[in-house]
């Protein structure tokens, strides 16, 4: 099957890094069947994905017999593993392997992954014994490691396809055709839907099977549907648009430093289109579009100043380490810009990451049972996917054209004001949790137990923060990334999930440390009836309300990309 010259298969295709070209299938004519079957990877692998994460914890502290302090820190370190590899897998598609490629080899690990953690559900050697009475044994060292390397292989290859899947399903649309143009905007929120209706059937079917029949089983379902996904990804090859890679993006980032470093002495001139603009055709023949100069960081704009017509002839022969073009150093600027915006991500996502740890644990000490049936505590989070389609729908219907009737804005609101809005809610949601828990433990005391449906109302707020918040990410750090650097930058929503991870994971473990300093079990012993998890929850409700503020003011600040005009 042959995507580009009808000569070499697409994930074979060798390419010269410092060369830059672009493949020709990148001019293929559109072919919805290219997004449509991207869609449906995204959600098949959202399913496989979602059925190893979300119960994850669960399985630590019933079938390894991990501590609930502990479950919580690896859950927090491998989620945290997860959504960093994405970075590398960035790297790798930007500037050798190209997104096709990146997806292509990144699956055989996925797959790898998979396959050992079943399989270590079905194996008897590989579980701990069950437990006898209140005795459990815990996991050996070995039944440890056999999990550990599937779950990291899980996150190699879930790693590379998350950095490079939403890049190459954007690729499919041409900027430039107004219809397509909306199209892919609109293909941006179906993304961000099939992520999470994957979620919702693993959180709903698969958490179920795991729990009331076999995990075996459900770890199966899970591998099942990326051996489905995979096929379909292959078999949509010759009809995708590729972009081949134009080498390394750091190249022309670490030049416009040291240009202006080099040029530290050098004023840069009141009339800013004096700068140096480049050769439009070189920037045709790499496909990257020519920014216009924006005010702020002009100690930057001093790559850019023409002091003698030797750095126009180096410049233009590929020497770019005393001259770089506006271009160049808006790229930089944009990077720049962008950092105070995403490390605000960095503690969003952290305090999005307690539905996948000390949310589904509160919901294990609450009652399950609502009626006759009775509901996971992971199955919650498939709550969120039911309430993010009601508020994706309130806020398309309602919120969007009531703002684009004050704002004059087609879009409504910007993708700056959404983020806003997404961080915004976090706060009642960990609140509303924080409310929960405080009556949960006082009801214990009374000596009964709260019904697990009382978890819903701190679900439906966070899942209207992530309509809001998470499809703005997506589309923010796409549309404002360089050209060359796409992949790159849509990694930094995954990097910020990463770290938020870390962060949460290092919070944990110092409060579970610090709290039992004083004497007693702390916030988080292993019976959370004997803990205080609510405090733990007004903490980052505390930290969510700091990181809105925080966010206000570098957004209000914020100077969006702008695209020049050709010479």
């Known amino acids: 099957m042959d995507a580009e010259s009808g000569e070499t298969p697409?994930?074979?295709?060798?390419?010269?890094?410092?060369?830059?070209?672009?493949?020709?299938?990148?001019?293929?004519?559109?072919?919805?069947?290219?997004?449509?079957?991207?869609?449906?990877?995204?959600?098949?692998?959202?399913?496989?994905?979602?059925?190893?994460?979300?119960?994850?914890?669960?399985?630590?502290?019933?079938?390894?017999?991990?501590?609930?302090?502990?479950?919580?820190?690896?859950?927090?370190?491998?989620?945290?593993?997860?959504?960093?590899?994405?970075?590398?897998?960035?790297?790798?598609a930007d500037t050798y392997w190209g997104k096709y490629k990146t997806v292509g080899i990144s699956i055989i690990f996925y797959l790898t992954g998979m396959l050992i953690i079943t399989a270590s559900t079905i194996i008897p050697s590989l579980q701990p014994a069950v437990c006898e009475g209140t005795s459990c044994p815990p996991a050996t060292g070995f039944q440890y490691f056999v999990l550990f390397a599937a779950l990291y292989l899980i996150s190699v290859g879930t790693g590379g396809v998350k950095s490079a899947l939403l890049p190459l399903g954007a690729d499919q649309y041409d900027d430039s055709d107004v219809e397509q143009s909306k199209q892919k905007q609109a293909f941006f929120s179906w993304f961000f839907m099939a992520?999470?209706?994957?979620?919702?059937?693993?959180?709903?079917?698969?958490?179920?099977?795991?729990?009331?029949?076999?995990?075996?089983?459900?770890?199966?379902?899970?591998?099942?549907?990326?051996?489905?996904?995979?096929?379909?990804?292959?078999?949509?090859?010759?009809?995708?648009?590729?972009?081949?890679?134009?080498?390394?993006?750091?190249?022309?980032?670490?030049?416009?430093?040291?240009?202006?470093?080099?040029?530290?002495?050098?004023?840069?001139?009141?009339?800013?289109?004096?700068?140096?603009?480049?050769?439009?055709?070189?920037?045709?023949?790499?496909?990257?579009?020519?920014?216009?100069?924006?005010?702020?960081?002009?100690?930057?704009?001093?790559?850019?100043?023409?002091?003698?017509?030797?750095?126009?002839?180096?410049?233009?022969?590929?020497?770019?380490?005393?001259?770089?073009?506006?271009?160049?150093?808006?790229?930089?600027?944009?990077?720049?810009?962008?950092?105070?915006?995403?490390?605000?991500?960095?503690?969003?996502?952290?305090?999005?990451?307690?539905?996948?740890t000390t949310f589904i644990q509160q919901g294990m000490a609450m009652d399950t049972k609502i009626g006759s049936f009775s509901v996971p505590a992971a199955s919650m989070n498939s709550a969120s996917v039911i309430f993010m389609m009601i508020w994706v729908v309130f806020q398309d219907s309602i919120v969007i054209p009531i703002a684009r009737r004050y704002t004059g804005n087609v879009a409504g609101l910007t993708q700056l004001q959404r983020m806003g809005v997404g961080r915004f809610l976090a706060v009642p949601a960990l609140a509303a949790a924080a409310l929960v828990e405080m009556w949960r433990l006082r009801s214990v005391r009374d000596g009964h137990n709260l019904s697990i449906a009382w978890q819903v109302p701190q679900f439906m707020i966070i899942a209207c923060s992530d309509v809001f918040c998470g499809i703005a990410q997506l589309e923010f750090f796409y549309s404002e990334a360089p050209t060359s650097m796409r992949s790159l930058c849509s990694a930094f929503s995954f990097l910020a999930m990463s770290l938020g991870y870390y962060l949460n994971s290092m919070i944990i473990s110092a409060i579970a440390v610090l709290s039992k300093s004083k004497g007693g079990q702390g916030w988080l012993p292993a019976n959370l009836n004997d803990g205080h998890l609510d405090y733990y929850f007004w903490l980052w409700t505390g930290i969510g309300a700091v990181n809105f503020v925080v966010y206000t003011a570098f957004a209000k600040n914020y100077t969006v990309k702008k695209v020049g005009p050709r010479a």
């Not at 979300?54 to 593993?81: C, K, Q």
């Not at 090859?237 to 750091?250: E, F, Q």
């Open 10 to 92: 697409l994930l074979f295709h060798q390419h010269n890094p410092n060369q830059v070209q672009v493949s020709s299938s990148s001019n293929k004519p559109f072919n919805w069947k290219a997004p449509a079957i991207i869609l449906a990877f995204e959600f098949l692998e959202s399913i496989a994905y979602a059925g190893i994460a979300l119960n994850l914890i669960v399985y630590l502290g019933t079938v390894l017999h991990g501590t609930t302090a502990s479950n919580a820190a690896t859950v927090d370190t491998w989620n945290g593993t997860t959504f960093l590899t994405p970075v590398l897998g960035a790297f790798l």
């Open 195 to 356: 992520i999470n209706i994957g979620v919702f059937f693993s959180g709903t079917v698969v958490v179920w099977v795991q729990q009331n029949v076999a995990w075996s089983l459900g770890f199966a379902i899970s591998s099942v549907c990326l051996i489905v996904a995979t096929v379909a990804f292959l078999l949509g090859t010759p009809i995708y648009r590729v972009h081949l890679p134009t080498g390394s993006p750091l190249k022309s980032l670490v030049a416009v430093f040291v240009a202006s470093f080099k040029k530290r002495k050098v004023e840069v001139p009141a009339d800013t289109t004096i700068l140096f603009e480049g050769d439009d055709a070189n920037l045709t023949t790499a496909g990257q579009n020519k920014l216009a100069h924006t005010a702020g960081f002009r100690c930057l704009d001093k790559a850019a100043v023409v002091v003698g017509e030797q750095e126009i002839k180096d410049s233009n022969l590929g020497r770019p380490w005393l001259l770089c073009t506006v271009t160049q150093v808006e790229e930089v600027k944009i990077l720049v810009r962008m950092l105070p915006i995403w490390l605000t991500s960095v503690f969003y996502a952290a305090s999005m990451c307690q539905t996948a």
